[in-house]
């Protein structure tokens, strides 16, 4: 009796020391990556954004970075150029309305602590990604909606403007003539700008403004606004943001995957193409969706992969500016 016991305490004993030498290595080795992330010489100031509209707002986000701004200040100040340009047709004043004609606006931000703000279906209100801002920075919550989002606006000196543009309005009208929803991939899908900067100081942060996909249903919230599906910012690591349907990335919280594989080692565009890979395996017929995926690690390397080819991104560095095409699942 005296040696089974003796058997059994030492089986345990061993089993968890087994495992606690497990739990050790596993996170030595998630330090050593953290580690590695940090110790690197960073390219920095670096902005990255989506879609061709993100080189007009790199230019504006570039010059906070360059007068030694913050990473935080930088995307607000980046992703506001689309927010008010009328022939941006998805994002801000100018937006594809839904399918009652009003244009509803989403856009989250976050900075290098993980605070973050959001408003979602906020009408009349042409910059929400400064509203956001504010949500962030002045009240204990993280995602205000609605007529309690435009409500907040108000009071904080947003004045009410009306978004619905003569040329958005007309193909509004065109498309109730058979009022059949059908986005078309890379049209009316890249229904966002996202922007993340890596400033002087080592620091990250990320910003994201839609109008949402065009013609959908009255109260539809992509990911856009929702942090850690259209977008994540890991100061020790890296920060992520989408674009496509944003279904898809809310279903799988897309962009924190992103930012926890590179956690584990990959690079910006191995972690994209993971994401995107994880996402596609799930729905089968893929080829008739767009997800995208973009990446900025701590040292200042970015990439990207989307389903569909036709997926570009916009980066400004010291070195210049330059319009890339993001790698895909699918090719031409």
């Not at 009410?160 to 009208?173: D, S, V």
């Amino acid at each position: 009796m005296n040696s089974k016991r003796h058997f059994l305490k030492q089986s345990l004993t061993t089993l968890f020391a087994l495992g606690t030498a497990a739990f050790t290595v596993k996170t030595m080795a998630h330090k050593q990556n953290i580690n590695k992330v940090a110790s690197m010489t960073p390219r920095k100031p670096i902005v990255v954004s989506t879609w061709q509209h993100g080189i007009a707002a790199n230019k504006a986000a570039w010059q906070v970075l360059i007068d030694n701004g913050k990473a935080i200040d930088a995307v607000e100040a980046g992703v506001r150029i689309p927010e008010a340009d009328p022939d941006v047709m998805t994002v801000g004043y100018g937006g594809y309305p839904d399918r009652e004609g009003k244009v509803t606006l989403d856009a989250c931000i976050m900075d290098e602590n993980q605070n973050c703000g959001a408003v979602a279906f906020l009408q009349n209100i042409k910059h929400p990604i400064s509203v956001a801002r504010l949500v962030m920075d002045k009240t204990p919550h993280v995602m205000l909606v609605g007529e309690g989002a435009q409500q907040f606006a108000k009071s904080q000196g947003f004045l009410e403007e009306h978004l619905l543009t003569a040329k958005a309005k007309k193909a509004w009208q065109d498309w109730l003539i058979e009022s059949k929803y059908a986005p078309v991939i890379n049209i009316e899908n890249h229904d966002t700008i996202g922007m993340l900067a890596l400033d002087n100081n080592g620091n990250l942060s990320g910003a994201c403004t839609t109008s949402g996909a065009a013609f959908k249903m009255s109260g539809r919230v992509g990911d856009s606004p929702i942090i850690g599906a259209g977008l994540y910012v890991d100061n020790d690591i890296g920060a992520a943001t989408a674009t496509g349907m944003g279904e898809l990335m809310i279903k799988t919280v897309g962009c924190h995957l992103v930012v926890e594989m590179m956690r584990q080692g990959m690079t910006p565009t191995q972690a994209c193409k993971a994401a995107v890979e994880r996402i596609a395996n799930k729905l089968g017929d893929y080829k008739q969706f767009q997800v995208g995926f973009l990446a900025l690690s701590k040292s200042g390397e970015y990439g990207s992969f989307c389903i569909q080819s036709g997926f570009n991104y916009a980066v400004t560095d010291h070195k210049g500016s330059k319009l890339l095409d993001a790698e895909s699942l699918i090719k031409i």
